[in-house]
């Protein structure tokens, strides 16, 4: 009798019997496909130094490049504030992909709501779409906020966000006095940061309400952060301090919501009251240098606040933060936080010899790449290449500084602009210990054989890391443990029948 597993495989198994094998092999005949030898001999070629060089001369396409495109950031800047419903201005498809690509990575519904363009729209304009979509969104969900972005076919059409939602006001379609902050994000340029800076911008320009009468908390942005984790560590850092602290757009309690029985359309988020009075605080702390430069400059500007960028990975980055809140506050750090420092650097010392002289090649978004790049120093690791899509060149200037400060540093390789296609040559001219990068350097361990640490966004293919924290002391921690067990994990293997097989590591 077969057992149950037998009679209803999982995915793995399923493909691998008789029946879709014989599937497999028709399809082969039909599409006329090259044979084993053909394609195992090209497959060798393209691990080849003369394919590499070739393949970086490359300009006209990109090959899975670590980046997804601008209304994405967009969608998820909007989520982090209470009541706020995020909006498409475009086709159903795209609104479908943002949503979907959220829930892989966070195992949780990502309310977000779109127009519907379709052909005619393109041909006669979006605006009819707009009007629609804004008094139905408004009817149906009632958000106090309506956080708005672009797709590509509204952008390649140049319709013209500020004057529709205007023409909907003006024609009743929703309340004259109903905020809605526009963001024009194509996706044919720039990357899913570009998107969240955009959509940051037009929040605190619609939302902000800067008086004379400031307040003693501090405004912190996180940026495109898909760590929830790190959303609760800045608080809790904060109330070590004994400050009061604004998280600009906090998506934690939508994204992280209890199994209650009840589907609610909004649990929180930074509240649009902290939002309207975020002008009037002491200062800012932005801890996304790359991914948020022109909110950084409104808030400089126009908001006249002392704005400090810190990228709080690893030690050095830490102390970034903790100075920040110092010197902003006036506040001496906390004999708690102190402590914690202490704390990671006892970790390393106790991990380091088995991360000392490890080769890395690293692959993130630019904030993220310049922070792990910086703490894998710090452990005593060699990066040997760091790879950004979504790079400009003050990124790669910098990160050719930080190498040169470290003896170990000297050996890496900067490639901005660069796609995971570009790495897997790398992987196999000049092999590396480790990988450090988001799920899609999956098929880089794949096809080189190369342990894979999981960092980053997106993380499809592992639970609950977005929980964790990966910034301050503590994150420092959680980050250590993931790439000192990983080198452990890969020891046990590699001496799995040898008398280097021990119990203590």
Known sequence: MASAKTACPDHAELFRSERYQEIFDRKKAYENAHSPEEVERVLEYTKSLEYQEKNFAREAAAINPLKSCQPLGALYAGIGFADTLPYVHGSQGCASYFRSHFSRHFKEPFPAVSDSMTEDAAVFGGHANMYQGLENAHKLYKPKMIALCTSCMAEVIGDDLSSFTKNAKDQGNIPADFPVACAHTPSFVGSHITGYDAMMVSILETMGEKSDKTHDAINVILGFDTYLGNFHEIRRIFGLFGVEVTILSDPTAMLDSPTDGEYQMYRGGTSLEELKDAPNAKGTIILQKYALPKTAQLIKNKWEQEVKVVNPIGIAGTDELIMAIAELTGKEVPDAITRERGQLIDAIADSYYWIYGKSFAINADPDQAYGITRFILELGGEPRHVLVTNAVKKWEKETQALLAEFPHGEGCQVYPKKDMWHMRSLLFTDPVDFIIGSSHAKYLWR???????????????????????????????????????TILDEADRASLDSPSFDLVR
């Open 447 to 485: 096809d080189t054989r190369t342990p894979l640490i999981r960092f980053g966004f997106p993380l499809f293919d592992r639970h609950h890391l977005h929980r964790t924290s990966t910034i301050g002391y503590q994150g420092g921690i959680n980050l250590l443990t993931t790439i000192v067990n």
